[in-house]
């Protein structure tokens, strides 16, 4: 007579010492009651006394030989091999799964075991110095702001739900047998067709089915939940407690991404948290890290993998809502490389010429037709809209970055005057309220809506700024149009600055709109008043300037927008140290005016030969040269912080 094998109960049965009928992967308790249905891999192994290899300090891998022993192409393109045998052999592979990994129901290959036991140990870490019910409440909080992670935001709110119910059990090796249950989840392929919908496609990383990716939107949201909370009793009161939050948040979104790269499946979902994680980064380690640029990197690598630089709307078998979020992904990945590009003054890595131009329609579930232009009247503010508008300004960035290298052609003015055009009517198409007029402080509107305005009129200005960047002579000698455009861009950024308060990230926080829109404003008008242009000048007024110009560099000084040891700090603080000696230089009275009489003017032209050439870099090497000016190495440096 041959005995039935025993069967091991899942843990919510076990600890409850209820039966369990053993069914995977959910029992049918948990299915009924909604819970977490763990089952353990070795359930009746006995436990050792002795102190677990976990605790080693440098644990090594152990050897997993691979389950499917070829990688995962991806998206190949029509000089590829596969176009040619395509023709011989179609490809009849369901639209419904786009993944490569492990079947269902088998082992998944670990892809780097040792990778693994990292997440679960700063899991394990993390989980024992605060409350994942705190956590959640933190992310909670930050969203009913009215923020959210502007790719991930359909998913946010669930996953932090799924993740705070996720970990139950508290025994010494629990980590690890999550661990272990998230990667089986993590290796399923993501299924759809062209009846799923939102819910339908959410619900197979949610609860029981996690993966790490669901841990990875969830601590994306945490670490940035710690930059736009300064205080919250339950988690942190300090600085020194939020930035230790942040930092291991930030870590277990590394260790979800990684583990789930290791996979080598690329799908939707890791897309959407390759891109978060990256912001993460540049919130973390600064937009000039390059911690930062390397993410960036990585992300447009799996656009392009995944095939989504290609027309999405033309596959079939895909549901809109999933067409949409993948316009969104292209169009927020599109718009962050020209945006980092031109910030740091390297060339663009994703170009029109290779990629089918799209963006997202401003409902999820809804196609969008008719021209990139057309906007409904009745659009709403938020992150979709901000998506679609950001894309639209990269699109003419990308094309003035390409005059740029053939600045010499006789045609470049006038392509410059036809993508002047464009930009006028793109501006023209957007629906009214979308259009900032007036001062921000007397728009009506929540604060969400206020930063939304904000960033579209920066963003309109500053493609009509490079325009005139591109077209100027030399940077020395800047003419009145774009004294004016820099008037306009630094005056809303100091209005940002001032009314910070009531404003909420919409796309962009506030240094990265001081840093990219104000810093480069600031400089072109430093420029000209250096030059004594009061022909240039004379269009907006003077004593305006210099008000924005004191706003500008006491704010930073003070350190109400960026202190010591913040990642951007060493960027604003020089810049605003060159500000600071010039407007000592235009008060006092014991200088001399920065201008020469005419046919003295040797110590300028020394000076500009020495400034950068480069017109796309506004780094520290552009304020560096500025403060070399003949007429500002007469005035000591400000004291720090005063």
Same mark, same amino acid.
């Given at each position: 007579?041959?005995?039935?094998?025993?069967?091991?109960?899942?843990?919510?049965?076990?600890?409850?010492?209820?039966?369990?009928?053993?069914?995977?992967?959910?029992?049918?308790?948990?299915?009924?009651?909604?819970?977490?249905?763990?089952?353990?891999?070795?359930?009746?192994?006995?436990?050792?006394?002795?102190?677990?290899?976990?605790?080693?300090?440098?644990?090594?891998?152990?050897?997993?030989?691979?389950?499917?022993?070829?990688?995962?192409?991806?998206?190949?393109?029509?000089?590829?091999?596969?176009?040619?045998?395509?023709?011989?052999?179609?490809?009849?592979?369901?639209?419904?799964?786009?993944?490569?990994?492990?079947?269902?129901?088998?082992?998944p290959w670990i892809g780097d075991n040792h990778l693994l036991l990292q997440g679960a140990d700063v899991l394990k870490h993390l989980l024992t110095l605060y409350s994942l019910l705190s956590m959640k409440e933190l992310v909670e909080f930050w969203l009913a702001k009215g923020t959210n992670l502007a790719l991930a935001e359909p998913f946010v709110a669930q996953c932090a739900e799924s993740v705070s119910q996720l970990f139950e059990s508290h025994d010494e090796s629990w980590h690890l047998v999550y661990a272990r249950r998230l990667l089986q989840n993590s290796a399923r392929p993501l299924q759809f067709d062209a009846s799923t919908d939102l819910a339908g496609f959410s619900s197979q990383f949610l609860d029981h089915y996690a993966r790490w990716e669901t841990l990875g939107i969830f601590f994306a949201a945490v670490s940035r939940a710690t930059i736009d909370v300064p205080f919250f009793p339950a988690l942190y009161t300090t600085e020194e407690q939020q930035y230790t939050l942040r930092r291991l948040a930030t870590k277990l979104c590394d260790f979800s991404l990684e583990i789930s790269l290791s996979l080598d499946c690329l799908n939707d979902l890791q897309l959407i948290v390759q891109y978060e994680n990256f912001i993460v980064h540049s919130y973390v380690d600064g937009d000039q890290s390059y911690h930062s640029w390397r993410k960036l990197g990585d992300v447009i690598s799996s656009t392009f993998?995944?095939?989504?630089?290609?027309?999405?709307?033309?596959?079939?078998?895909?549901?809109?809502?999933?067409?949409?979020?993948?316009?969104?992904?292209?169009?927020?990945?599109?718009?962050?490389?020209?945006?980092?590009?031109?910030?740091?003054?390297?060339?663009?890595?994703?170009?029109?010429?290779?990629?089918?131009?799209?963006?997202?329609?401003?409902?999820?579930?809804?196609?969008?037709?008719?021209?990139?232009?057309?906007?409904?009247?009745?659009?709403?503010?938020?992150?979709?809209?901000?998506?679609?508008?950001?894309?639209?300004?990269?699109?003419?960035?990308?094309?003035?970055?390409?005059?740029?290298?053939?600045?010499?052609?006789?045609?470049?003015?006038?392509?410059?005057?036809?993508?002047?055009?464009?930009?006028?009517?793109?501006?023209?198409?957007?629906?009214?309220?979308?259009?900032?007029?007036?001062?921000?402080?007397?728009?009506?509107?929540?604060?969400?809506?206020?930063?939304?305005? +904000?960033?579209?009129? $920066?963003?309109?200005?500053?493609?009509?700024? %490079? *325009? @005139?960047?591109? #077209?100027? /002579?030399?940077? !020395?000698?800047?003419?009145?149009?774009?004294?004016?455009? +820099?008037?306009?861009? $630094?005056?809303?950024?100091?209005?940002?600055? %001032? *009314? @910070?308060?009531? #404003?909420? /990230?919409?796309? !962009?926080?506030l240094i990265w709109k001081v840093a990219y829109y104000g810093l480069p404003a600031a400089g072109i008008i430093l420029l000209a008043l250096l030059k004594q242009q009061s022909h240039a000048t004379q269009s907006i007024s003077r004593t305006k300037i210099l008000r924005d110009l004191s706003v500008f560099v006491a704010e930073v000084q003070i350190g109400t927008i960026v202190r010591s040891g913040d990642p951007n700090f060493a960027l604003l603080s020089r810049a605003t140290q060159t500000i600071q000696r010039f407007l000592d230089s235009f008060h006092s009275d014991s200088v001399p005016p920065p201008a020469l009489e005419a046919g003295h003017d040797d110590g300028n032209e020394d000076w500009a030969a020495l400034l950068s050439q480069d017109l796309w870099d506004y780094e520290a090497g552009f304020w560096q040269s500025l403060a070399d000016h003949p007429s500002l190495l007469a005035i000591d440096p400000p004291l720090p912080n005063v």
């Open positions: 007579m041959v005995m039935a094998s025993r069967l091991a109960a899942c843990e919510a049965c076990r600890k409850s010492k209820l039966a369990c009928d053993h069914q995977q992967p959910v029992c049918s308790r948990c299915q009924a009651t909604q819970g977490v249905c763990i089952y353990r891999t070795a359930p009746f192994k006995r436990r050792r006394i002795e102190k677990p290899i976990l605790k080693s300090p440098d644990p090594s891998p152990s050897y997993s030989p691979r389950r499917n022993p070829y990688p995962n192409p991806g998206y190949l393109g029509l000089s590829s091999h596969a176009a040619i045998f395509k023709h011989i052999t179609p490809d009849d592979h369901s639209a419904g799964s786009h993944a490569v990994g492990p079947e269902v129901g088998t082992e993998a995944l095939g989504y630089h290609e027309n999405t709307q033309a596959k079939t078998g895909i549901p809109p809502f999933l067409v949409d979020l993948r316009k969104a992904a292209f169009a927020r990945i599109y718009s962050a490389d020209k945006n980092i590009g031109i910030f740091l003054g390297r060339p663009p890595r994703m170009n029109k010429r290779f990629c089918h131009f799209q963006i997202p329609s401003c409902d999820l579930n809804a196609r969008l037709n008719g021209s990139t232009n057309d906007w409904d009247p009745d659009t709403t503010v938020g992150y979709r809209a901000d998506t679609r508008w950001s894309a639209l300004c990269a699109s003419l960035k990308e094309e003035i970055w390409e005059l740029l290298q053939d600045k010499s052609d006789a045609s470049c003015v006038a392509k410059a005057s036809e993508i002047q055009h464009k930009a006028e009517e793109q501006w023209k198409a957007l629906p009214n309220h979308f259009r900032l007029e007036s001062s921000l402080k007397q728009c009506v509107g929540s604060p969400f809506e206020r930063d939304f305005l +904000a960033h579209v009129r $920066l963003n309109h200005l500053h493609v009509l700024f %490079l *325009l @005139r960047l591109l #077209l100027l /002579n030399t940077m !020395t000698e800047p003419d009145i149009p774009i004294i004016e455009t +820099a008037g306009q861009m $630094l005056a809303l950024v100091v209005e940002a600055i %001032l *009314l @910070r308060d009531q #404003l909420t /990230n919409s796309g !962009t926080g």
